[in-house]
T-cell receptor
Framework: GAVVSQHPSWVICKSGTSVKIECRSLDFQATTMFWYRQFPKQSLMLMATSNEGSKATYEQGVEKDKFLINHASLTLSTLTVTSAHPEDSSFYIC????????????FGSGTRLTVV | AQSVTQLGSHVSVSEGALVLLRCNYSSSVPPYLFWYVQYPNQGLQLLLKYTTGATLVKGINGFEAEFKKSETSFHLTKPSAHMSDAAEYFCAVSDMNGGFKTIFGAGTRLFVKA
């Protein structure tokens, strides 16, 4: 089946720095990818929809200047957490629509971000 | 707007017992429904999905779910629980009106006792 690779799997950064998370679709093209955030023992909250070649669509309440999304190619979307603060610490997961598993979505393995 | 409600944040069963995880959805158009499983510090894995056709869908690891439109439900079942089934389970919905964004329920943690 389709595979989505997410990197890094975990990262620790200092407050005020920026962190980039990559989401790659392997062996398939993804014109649309989705970025989720998951707090401990909670569900996944959709942050934004990443569209190849155009601006991302952010969900209400998500700061677009804080969470920069770039979808420069059909296989890569990146999420950059800018000027990170401890409250940005979370588990971030991306997904892409699986072209083989019709209507299904393939998820990356997630990135654990800890801001100290 | 779409929404998903999972009844019970925690479910505990004995090994070999029936697993039943409840999910109710809200959607203004025919929905696409999913169950995902998540192990600690990992991404999500699709267990099964309903799009159209047969309302009883079978997934991986012996799980199945039945779409009941009249009850707006999509409960997940497995006849006999195994220790390896212990994980977090998420019910999700998407539809055309929502741009096919996937909306997740709050999740149900399944515990399996020996």
């Amino acid at each position: 089946g389709a595979v989505v690779s997410q990197h890094p799997s975990w990262v620790i950064c200092k407050s005020g720095t920026s962190v980039k998370i990559e989401c790659r679709s392997l062996d398939f093209q993804a014109t649309t990818m989705f970025w989720y955030r998951q707090f401990p023992k909670q569900s996944l909250m959709l942050m934004a929809t990443s569209n190849e070649g155009s601006k991302a669509t952010y969900e209400q309440g998500v700061e677009k200047d804080k969470f920069l999304i770039n979808h420069a190619s059909l296989t890569l979307s990146t999420l950059t957490v800018t000027s990170a603060h401890p409250e940005d610490s979370s588990f971030y997961i991306c997904s892409a629509r699986d072209p083989v598993n019709n209507y299904g979505y393939t998820f990356g393995s997630g990135t654990r971000l800890t801001v100290v | 707007a779409q929404s998903v409600t999972q009844l019970g944040s925690h479910v505990s069963v004995s090994e070999g017992a029936l697993v039943l995880l409840r999910c109710n959805y809200s959607s203004s158009v025919p929905p696409y429904l999913f169950w995902y499983v998540q192990y600690p510090n990992q991404g999500l894995q699709l267990l099964l999905k309903y799009t159209t056709g047969a309302t009883l869908v079978k997934g991986i690891n012996g799980f199945e779910a039945e779409f009941k439109k009249s009850e707006t439900s999509f409960h997940l079942t497995k006849p006999s629980a195994h220790m390896s089934d212990a994980a977090e389970y998420f019910c999700a919905v998407s539809d055309m009106n929502g741009g096919f964004k996937t909306i997740f329920g709050a999740g149900t943690r399944l515990f399996v006792k020996a």
